[in-house]
C-alpha cells in the first residue's frame, strides 16, 4: 500500500483545514489507517485513528471535539478535518495504515509522506 497526503497548508489561530490521504493498493480497504504528527524536535505522535469499516475513531485526548477523522473505502481516501486549529497543532501530518488500529508509532506497517500544517497565532 502507497499513501501520499496532502491538503497541509498555512492557516490562521481557528480556521480549518482537511487534509487527505489517498491511497494505493486493493487492500486499504482492508487496512486500519489513521494521523500522525510531528513538530520540529519532538517526537512523532498520533492524533487520530479509524478502523477498517469506520466503525471505531480513537483520538488524542488534545484534539477532540476539533478534529474528526473519517474515510471512503471506495475512493481509497482517509481524511483528517481539523477545526479551531491551535498553533500548537502546527506539525508535519503523516497519514499511516495497520492491520489493527493502533497509537504507537513504531506498530504502523506503513506510512505516507508527510503533508506540512503551519498555524499562526
Known amino acids: 500500500v502507497q499513501l501520499q497526503a496532502s491538503g497541509g497548508g498555512l492557516v490562521q489561530t481557528g480556521d480549518s483545514l482537511r487534509l487527505s490521504c489517498a491511497a494505493s493498493g486493493r487492500t486499504f480497504s482492508t487496512l486500519n489507517t489513521g494521523w500522525f504528527r510531528q513538530a520540529p524536535g519532538k517526537e512523532r505522535e498520533f492524533v487520530a485513528g479509524?478502523?477498517?469499516?469506520?466503525?471505531?475513531?480513537i483520538y488524542v485526548d488534545s484534539v477532540k471535539g476539533r478534529f474528526s477523522i473519517s474515510r471512503d473505502n471506495a475512493k481509497n481516501t482517509v481524511y483528517l478535518h481539523m477545526n479551531s486549529l491551535k498553533p500548537e497543532d502546527a506539525a508535519v501530518y503523516y497519514c499511516?495504515?495497520?492491520?489493527?488500529?493502533?497509537?504507537?508509532?513504531?506498530?504502523?506497517?506503513?506510512w505516507g509522506k508527510g503533508t506540512q500544517v503551519t498555524v499562526s497565532s
Open positions: 479509524i478502523s477498517w469499516n469506520g466503525g471505531n475513531t
Open positions: 499511516a495504515a495497520s492491520f489493527f488500529l493502533t497509537k504507537i508509532p513504531t506498530d504502523v506497517g506503513y
